[in-house]
Each structure stands twice: as structure tokens, then as C-alpha cells.
């Protein structure tokens, strides 16, 4: 779950209390949480608990009545990848299912594009009751998931069927929900990253400055996007763990290409951000040249461009995205490599922004289509760039 966005509902039932433990347990799995309450289920547990364990303000109203900031439902249904009201009460599910929208929640409902989930929690009777069952089917035909709630002693005492799922069952429908329904659908990404290394003899190389900082974050996103992930590195110190990550460690041009064209075929997606050494010398000495052999000559010979060979051997299926490092005339150099190496996308950074590109934490970009530019980002972290970039690739299809 990790890095995947939860909007949790939570309305006025007794089971609001459980949902502390819902928090604690998605952000265990590192998933991103925000809650909206509506008025009534404050009575039930305390938004301040909810904050502190979701790490993110509480929205109850559609404006904060102390500052008068407009909390914005169409941003939060934009936000969440998945919207799970539990408790689902017998009042908002029927309000739900008639389109009846008086508080935050439910207008949050209503400008959802990805899925709801609901968590039903009421008394027994209640969760028998035509009106119930009537709205419950609207809300399935809707396209809304529901979590039937279990059987045991309820809260007026009686015993049956009506209690909200358990946390970790909503959690465990949660996980398996959100694994099969995001767009990646078990798609696998290929992508290169960090410098290579050119061997001159065993101990000297060519190389550049690259640290893999920038394809490691892109790896990152993809997996939270739930791409499986073959990502092909030069030598770099990033660490990354995921059970769909697999990593492939390189250290010259030539390795790297015999790697992209193992794993290109299955891939939907390549994503080439290394910073592959263009020459290498045309011969590596079996011995450590000496200082007293003097200065020698090292004749240089053209690396494979692995980009141009990925596209020249794709799909139409396949997408291909490359990036530009570029020191001067920037926009025009990069359409350049758009266009020849046939590319979906080129990404394009430039030696001249201060705090971009090698090594750090930040890099500033401006991506470019088919049809010209599509974006340009201000200096930000890679992993929030990466994250944005996976959201244009995916929107190529649309
Ligand atoms: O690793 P970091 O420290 O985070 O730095 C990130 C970065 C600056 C390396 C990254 O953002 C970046 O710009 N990567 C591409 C660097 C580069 O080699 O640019 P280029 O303009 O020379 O190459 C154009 C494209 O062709 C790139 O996608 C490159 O991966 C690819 N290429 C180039 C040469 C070659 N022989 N084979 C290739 O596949």
C-alpha cells in the first residue's frame, strides 16, 4: 500500500471508533490517509485523534469555520485513489443512493472518479430492512463496493448481523482492492538509470556524475503505482526494496543494452534516464597503465545508444520515454532527440538550473510530446517528478 492515497469516510455510527485502528494499520503499510467526518460522527471519536494518526487535517464541514478555508471536495476526490466511508451508516448510504448531498462527504461522493468503497454499521433490524437493502443494490449498480458487515453483539445489546467489518478485513479488501483496480494492472516498466562506467584499464574509467537518483525515484513511483519494475542501473548507492522490483546492476554502456534487450519485449512502458557514457576507449589495457609509461593517447570509440535501440524495437503498444541533458540550447536539443530517437515523451533538464539534475534530491524539468510541450515543472523533489511523470505516461493512452 505503499504511497497510495486512502480517503476515509467516516460517519455518525459507534463503530467511528475503530477506525483509529484502521488508520494506525493503513499507515503501517505506508499508505497515505486524510479523513472526512461528517458533523455527526464527531460525537463518536474525536477528529484530533484522527489527524494525529493520519498525519493530515480533518475536514468536517465544506469550510474551516476558525480560518473560513474552503475545504474543497473536488480536490479530495481528485486526491484519493480509493474512498472508503466507514462506518457507512443507514443515513448516508440512503442519501447516497438518492443523490441527496448536505454535507462535505457526500459532496465528496459525488465528485469521486475512483472508486468508493462503503463499510456498512448498524443495528440488525436496520441492516434488514427494505430501505436498506433497496438503496445498497442502487448503490452496487452504482459501481460502489461494499464490505458486508458481520455478524456479533451490537452496540443496543442485540446480537446478529450489522457490525462494521473489522479494520484489519477492511484493510485486507483495501490492499487486494486497490492491487488489481490501479491502471498499471500488473503492466512491467523498464527503466535505466545512473551513470555507466567505461573501463580505460582494472582501475580507471569514463564516467559522468550521475548518482541513479532520478531513475530510482521514477522505479519508486511506478511501483506505487503498482507497475512491476525492471530497473537497469549503473553504479549507484540508491537502495530500493519492493517484492515487484527487479534490479539489475550494470556497469558499462554494453551491459546495460544486453540488459534493455532482455527485458524490453515484456515491458510497456521504458523509461531511460540514465546517463549512459556516449564514447568508450576502444581498447581496455589488461594492466594498470603506468605513471613512467608517460603520457599515452586513449583512442575513443561510440557506445550503442540504448534509447534509439529501444524504439527501434518496439510495439505499438509500447511507450518509450527519454530524458535530455543538456547544457545549451536546451528546448531545441531535446525536440531534436524526441524526433529522431522516435520518441513518446522527452523529458529535459538542464546543467544550468541551479539544484537540479546530478546528485541531489531535486531536479527541474519541462516534458515534451509528440505535440510539444505538455509541462514544465518548477525545481522540486524527483520522487514528486517521478510521481507526475507516471501520471502523464499513463494519460498517453487517453
Ligand atoms: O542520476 P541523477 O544524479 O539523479 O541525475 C539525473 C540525470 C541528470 C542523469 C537525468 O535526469 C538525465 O538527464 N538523464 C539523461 C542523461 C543523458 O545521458 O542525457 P542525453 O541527452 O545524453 O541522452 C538522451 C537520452 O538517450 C537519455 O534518455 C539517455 O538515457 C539515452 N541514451 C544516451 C546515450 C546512449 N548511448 N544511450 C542512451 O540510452
Excluded at 519485449?265 to 521504458?270: E, F, P
Excluded at 597503465?289 to 505499438?316: C, F, H, M, V, Y
Aim: net charge neutral; hydrophobic share 40%.
Amino acid at each position: 500500500m505503499y504511497g497510495k492515497r486512502i480517503l476515509l469516510g467516516i460517519t455518525g455510527g459507534i463503530a467511528a471508533y475503530k477506525i483509529a485502528f484502521l488508520i494506525r494499520i493503513l499507515k503501517k503499510q505506508e499508505a497515505e490517509v486524510k479523513c472526512i467526518m461528517t458533523p455527526a460522527s464527531s460525537a463518536f471519536i474525536s477528529p484530533l485523534v484522527l489527524s494525529t494518526l493520519s498525519k493530515n487535517d480533518v475536514a468536517i464541514e465544506f469550510w474551516n469555520k476558525e480560518t473560513g478555508a474552503w475545504h474543497n471536495h473536488v480536490a479530495y476526490a481528485e486526491w484519493a485513489d480509493l474512498f472508503v466511508i466507514a462506518p457507512a451508516t443507514m443515513n448516508t448510504i440512503g442519501k447516497m443512493a438518492n443523490g441527496l448531498c448536505d454535507n462535505l462527504l457526500l459532496a465528496t461522493y459525488f465528485s469521486m472518479k475512483g472508486k468508493t468503497v462503503v463499510a456498512p454499521a448498524m443495528d440488525l433490524d436496520m441492516y434488514k430492512h427494505p430501505a436498506f437493502l433497496r438503496n445498497i443494490d442502487v448503490l452496487s449498480k452504482d459501481g460502489v463496493f461494499v464490505i458486508p458487515a458481520e455478524s456479533g453483539e451490537l452496540a443496543s445489546g442485540l446480537e446478529g448481523e450489522g457490525r462494521m467489518a473489522e479494520p484489519e478485513q477492511i484493510a485486507k479488501f483495501i490492499a487486494e482492492f486497490l492491487e488489481t483496480k490501479t491502471k498499471s494492472n500488473g503492466k512491467r516498466i523498464c527503466i535505466t538509470a545512473g551513470p555507466t562506467q567505461e573501463a580505460i584499464d582494472p582501475v580507471r574509467y569514463i564516467s559522468n556524475h550521475s548518482s541513479g537518483k532520478m531513475g530510482f525515484a521514477i522505479a519508486k513511483a511506478a511501483l506505487i503505482r503498482g507497475y512491476k519494475v525492471d530497473l537497469i542501473s549503473g553504479p549507484s548507492k540508491e537502495i530500493l526494496e519492493h517484492p515487484h522490483l527487479n534490479r539489475i546492476d550494470v556497469i558499462s554502456a554494453e551491459d546495460m543494452l544486453n540488459e534493455v534487450k532482455k527485458h524490453w519485449h515484456q515491458s510497456s512502458i521504458g523509461v531511460f534516464t540514465a546517463a549512459v557514457a556516449d564514447f568508450k576507449p576502444q581498447n581496455t589495457a589488461k594492466n594498470k597503465l603506468k605513471k613512467r609509461d608517460g603520457l599515452g593517447t586513449i583512442e575513443l570509440e561510440q557506445n550503442p545508444d540504448i534509447l534509439k535501440w529501444a524504439s527501434s524495437n518496439k510495439n505499438k503498444a509500447q511507450k518509450v520515454i527519454g530524458f535530455a541533458l543538456e547544457t545549451n540550447n536546451e528546448e531545441e536539443n531535446a525536440l531534436l532527440k524526441l524526433e529522431q530517437k522516435n520518441l513518446d515523451l522527452i523529458v529535459l533538464n538542464s546543467t544550468k538550473d541551479e539544484g537540479a539534475t546530478f546528485g541531489g534530491e531535486q531536479n527541474k524539468v519541462t516534458i515534451f510530446g509528440k505535440t510539444g510541450k505538455l509541462e514544465a515543472f518548477e525545481l522540486q523533489d524527483k520522487f514528486k517528478i517521478a510521481i507526475q511523470l507516471i501520471d502523464i505516461i499513463e494519460g498517453l493512452d487517453a
